[in-house]
């Protein structure tokens, strides 16, 4: 917050390398005030990482994320939260940037990227770090930042407060690790992708939610083909279908098993195919040849599971042992030992974790992959 005509006795003034200065104030009370500061080099942020290539279709998504995202910069004093989520490779992030690229220039104050680390293996960000970079990338001097989260979250906010920014927060976990990063005034926009609905936000934050699903078929083939045609001419559609199939229409499953066709075009596919319908050969298979655990798909399956407390990925486990895809609330509690009530509050932590779908009411059912 601006500060008129400062008492020196209480105020450091901290220049920049660049064009701006930053004001830091404590009054008697010990309070923290921030005036605004100018990128140190005069270049505003650009950090969305690249589109995606061969991205297919979404066209519903693309347009509700547009409409969305013009009616919530319509309320004033509010920036515009949009969430995304799905389960794990469904293509959260690749939507999340693919839409961001196409309104970039609506934002000409630049954007803010961030992967939070809420699924991967290592610790998650926390937002004392993110907002140590963010005020940095924003051209605040090291000595300037605060340390306290509230101070810095303060005066990444009086930053973002006459600028036009888009902030992409990819890969979170909680609506606690998000919150601290929102900005507080309506010409910024805020894009979340997480496997978790974040229903604080929704709730409290007036975000709005776009929940991502598997592809059509037409689209998973078109997707297989995307990838996979430069190098390989002669594959029949009916063998796409198929593939497509065997790898649930999942996009991150889709790509790895097209590139691993458009690496081999000698081999038939009909080889690969028979690979993806033993589960032995499975998930090598749905694994890309790197060394980025990202690349596989049993891999990012995991990092869900192991984000669950231990009474909903124990009903999780024994769910496995149902022989199909889809029961019902009474056979689940029944599974687990527990009570119809117990089993559905474990029931919509994994449906809130996209590891379960409920279809109709009291009915759920696994993604293909997932079960096996």
């Known amino acids: 917050m601006p500060i008129d005509e400062p008492d020196n006795r209480h105020v450091n003034r901290l220049e920049t390398s660049g064009s701006g200065d930053v004001v830091q104030a404590r009054d008697v009370h010990g309070g923290v005030h921030f005036h605004r500061s100018e990128a140190a080099f005069g270049v505003a942020p650009s950090q969305l990482p690249g589109d995606v290539r061969g991205f297919v279709n979404r066209d519903t998504e693309l347009e509700t994320l547009t409409s969305v995202a013009a009616e919530l910069r319509d ?10 989520t799905g389960t794990a490779g469904v293509g959260k992030t690749s939507l999340a940037l693919h839409w961001a690229h196409s309104v970039r220039d609506s934002f000409p104050d630049g954007q ?8 991967d293996p290592g610790q998650p960000a926390v937002p004392e770090q993110v907002l140590d970079r963010f005020l940095r990338d924003l051209g605040v001097p090291a000595t300037a930042i605060p340390v306290d989260l509230g101070d810095r979250a303060s005066l990444y906010r009086s930053l973002l407060a006459t ?22 005034t309506a010409g910024c926009l805020v894009v979340v992708t997480s496997r978790s609905r974040l229903s604080g936000l ?3 934050d007036g975000a709005f939610r776009l929940g991502l699903d598997i592809l059509l078929e037409d689209d998973a083939v078109a997707l297989l083909d995307a990838v996979s045609a430069r190098y390989r001419r002669h594959d029949q559609r009916h063998e796409l279908v ?3 199939r065997l790898c649930a229409c999942l996009p991150l499953a889709l790509r790895i098993a097209a590139e691993r066709a458009a ?41 869900s599971y192991r984000a669950l407390p231990e009474p909903a990925a ?19 509690a029944a599974l687990a030992g527990i009570s119809i009530s117990h089993a559905r509050q474990q029931l919509d932590v994994l449906a809130g974790a996209h590891l379960l779908e409920q279809r109709a009411p009291g009915r759920y059912e696994f993604h293909d992959l997932l079960r096996a």
């Open 242 to 244: 198929e593939l497509a």
């Open 202 to 204: 929704v709730a409290r």
């Open 163 to 184: 600028r036009r920014m888009l902030v992409v927060l990819d890969n979170a976990a909680t609506a606690g690790q998000v919150r601290p990063l929102l900005p507080g």
């Open 314 to 332: 124990r009903l999780f486990r024994l769910l496995g042992l149902h022989p199909g895809n889809e029961f019902g609330l009474p056979a689940a």
């Open 75 to 84: 309320v004033p004093l509010a920036a515009a939260v949009v969430v995304v």
């Open 263 to 303: 690496s081999r075009p000698m081999m038939r596919l009909e080889e690969l195919i028979a690979d993806l319908r033993d589960e032995s050969a499975l998930w090598d298979a749905l694994t890309a040849e790197s060394d980025d655990d990202a690349d596989a798909v049993r891999t990012v399956f995991a990092w």
């Open 112 to 119: 803010l990227y961030v992967n939070l680390r809420g699924y």
